[in-house]
């Protein structure tokens, strides 16, 4: 089995399903030069069938990409596939995916159809897409609440009917890391036409467990990911694909998987999500919150100026950042703020050095963070005062 995994990016679809996230046509092409940039396999443009703004998306998106995949949502419906085609239709790689909810609660409440039914819309649907495009993707929706026997039922109807990759989403963010990927091996070794498809992860972040999902369900077999930039998406959103990325990359000695992903364009995309959808990164979000590569105790700085590796994973480089930062506060020591002065430009005497970092310290408790302007405020009030 490969170990390359295919990145499946849903930032356009999935992502702009977040509340407030919608993005305009303009700022969908620039997100997706950017997924381009980033190395993502596939880009999934958005639902065509779902207003003529997310039609002419898809259109836009589909006629700009040179490399990735462009993929199109539709439902288990003619009117959805037909719509996802003609949207496809100038893409250089066209791919239709197609869903059904496969859980016992979601078939009987949402779409009032017997197992047999929805078994019935998946042959349908699967084989309408595949007669308008060669590139398939089937999701069972919700189904990590379906039953594993019916599950497999019907993963191999949509295999038989074309589909070439198979995506089991965790759409309520339900799963933990052992039953999502004891999901994905019990139903790569029980379907019988496994080894023709792709098996994908898909998971939210209800629980906080997304990353950690997808990772289990990799481990398990499954060698496409679906995932956003920032995590954005439905409630608490999807999984990252900056944590994704960076996590088989940092831990590749117990992750022994590859992605396509370019990992220093990663904090360029990101920003680009924040300022087109004006969601902001909290700022202890791994990998692109603000405090990723900050560190304000004394001890961390004493140790980063000595050897970043002592509190740092991975270099902020790395992720297209251009530096750390040492941020001073009541827990920064002599150290950083010696590393400050200099960085300043100050070369102060031995006393004059005590004196200031004393009262530095005493502004530091007064306030939360203490900036550049502040020390240079302070050291000249010092220097003058002599
Ligand atoms: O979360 C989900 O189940 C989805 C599907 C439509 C793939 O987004
Ligand atoms: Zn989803």
């Known amino acids: 089995m490969t170990d390359q995994i295919l990145i499946f990016d849903t930032t356009l679809r999935d992502g702009e399903q977040s509340p407030g996230c919608s993005m305009n046509l303009e700022e969908k092409l620039r997100v997706a030069a950017q997924l381009e940039a980033l190395g993502v396999d596939i880009i999934e443009a958005g639902f065509a069938i779902a207003s003529d703004g997310d039609f002419e998306a898809v259109q836009a998106v589909a006629q700009q990409c040179q490399r990735a995949v462009v993929a199109s949502l539709a439902r288990a419906a003619r009117a959805d596939i037909e719509r996802a085609a003609a949207a496809l239709k100038v893409a250089k790689r066209p791919r239709i995916h197609t869903f059904i909810a496969t859980s016992p609660l979601h078939m009987k409440v949402k779409l009032n159809k017997s197992p047999e039914q929805v078994l019935e819309s998946i042959r349908e649907s699967v084989s309408l897409a595949r007669n308008l495009v060669d590139d398939v993707e089937w999701s069972a929706e919700d189904a990590t609440r379906s039953e594993p026997e019916f599950l497999a039922r019907a993963i191999e109807t949509a295999i038989r009917a074309g589909a070439r990759t198979i995506n089991l989403p965790d759409t309520v963010g339900y799963a933990t890391p052992e039953t999502y990927g004891a999901m994905f091996r019990d139903m790569i070794a029980r379907v019988s036409n496994a080894d023709l498809a792709i098996f994908s992860t898909h998971c939210h972040n209800d629980l906080g467990l997304g990353v950690a999902n997808t990772l289990a369900a990799v481990a398990a077999g499954a060698r496409q990911v679906e995932s ?7 409630r608490a959103g999807n999984a ?3 944590e994704i990325a960076m996590a088989l990359k940092v831990r590749h000695d117990v992750l022994p998987w590859r992605t396509g992903i370019v990992s220093t364009e990663i904090t360029r995309a990101s920003r680009l999500i924040s300022a087109v959808t004006g969601m902001h990164v909290q700022p202890n979000k791994a990998i692109v919150g603000a405090n990723a590569f900050a560190h304000e ?14 509190y740092e994973i991975m270099t ?5 950042q251009s530096h750390s930062s040492l941020v001073l506060g009541k827990h920064s020591g002599r150290a950083a703020f010696k590393d400050k002065l200099e960085s300043l430009g100050y070369q102060l005497s031995d006393n004059e050095f005590q004196d200031a970092f004393q009262r530095f310290k ?5 306030k939360k963070q203490v900036f550049d302007e502040d020390i240079v405020a302070l050291v000249d009030d010092e220097v003058l005062r002599g």
């Open 316 to 320: 902020p480089e790395s992720v297209g």
């Open 362 to 366: 005493a502004l530091a408790d007064a």
């Open 297 to 310: 105790s004394g001890i961390h700085q004493d140790g980063m100026l000595k050897d970043s590796s002592t």
């Open 228 to 234: 956003t930039i920032n995590g954005i998406g439905e």
């Open 240 to 242: 990252a694909v900056e």
